[in-house]
């Protein structure tokens, strides 16, 4: 299976450690994206990669979160002093292409529970 | 700030019956993209259609097809002759074409009865 990847599938947390979530993106692709979506809602757009650079990041994305891209391959996500609020199942999405309308392919989330 | 609005949390269709989705959305750009993703229970999103704002004609796909209305800033998904495969969260996202964040509508389930 070359689709996008994401690991853990599920996380549980207490409340005040650190967390990091693993993306893998379809091999060839540029561009990579990270969501989060809380229950009964649609995913909400936190940043984004072209290649290895970070080029867009959402309001929502607060200082204890972090995004790399080493090498334009892999992507982690790391959310330092978890909250409460922060438990919601994080997405990653990838895809190929230089404009706003090339297609994102989607991994299967890692579902986030902080106790 | 653009938004965009899924007027109906619930909908559902009898197999082999045909249903429409609802979404406006609120821009004053004129040029991006609008996007229909559906995400089955337990299972990723996946694409179902995409229309460019820049062209007039309704995309489609098999027996998925769009309504899209620029001045009324609507894009309804009409899915023909539903199958019990079509059962899944839909959910509506805009794209501009000078930004990388899309955004996504809240989502509507839709149930099919066989």
């Known amino acids: 299976d070359t689709g996008v990847s994401q690991n853990p599938r599920h996380k549980i947390t207490k409340r005040g450690q650190n967390v990091t979530f693993r993306c893998d993106p379809i091999?060839?692709?540029?561009?990579l994206y990270w969501y989060r979506q809380t229950l009964g809602q649609g995913p909400e757009f936190l940043t984004y990669?072209?290649?290895?650079?970070?080029?867009?990041k959402s309001r929502l994305l607060s200082d204890r979160f972090s995004a790399e891209r080493p090498k334009g391959s892999f992507s982690t996500l790391e959310i330092q002093r978890t909250e409460q609020g922060d438990s919601a199942m994080y997405l990653c999405?990838?895809?190929?292409?230089?404009?706003?309308?090339?297609?994102?392919?989607f991994g299967p989330g890692t579902r986030l529970t902080v106790t | 700030a653009q938004t965009v609005t899924q007027s109906q949390p619930e909908m559902s269709v009898q197999e082999a019956e045909t249903v429409t989705l609802s979404c406006t959305y609120d821009?004053?750009?004129?040029?991006?993209?609008l996007f229909w993703y559906k995400q089955p229970p337990s299972r990723q999103m996946i694409l179902v259609i995409r229309?460019?704002?820049?062209?007039?004609q309704n995309a489609t796909e098999n027996r998925f097809s769009v309504n899209f209305q620029k001045a009324a800033k609507s894009f309804s998904l009409k899915i023909s002759d539903s199958q019990l495969g079509d059962a899944a969260m839909y959910f509506c996202?805009?794209?501009?074409?000078?930004?990388?964040?899309?955004?996504f509508g809240a989502g509507t389930r839709l149930t099919v009865k066989p």
């Open positions: 821009t004053s750009e004129s040029d991006y993209y």
């Open positions: 996202a805009y794209r501009s074409a000078r930004r990388n964040d899309m955004r």
């Open positions: 229309q460019e704002a820049y062209k007039q």
């Open positions: 990669f072209q290649n290895e650079a970070q080029l867009e």
């Open positions: 091999s060839e692709h540029n561009r």
């Open positions: 999405a990838s895809s190929l292409g230089s404009g706003s309308g090339d297609e994102q392919y």
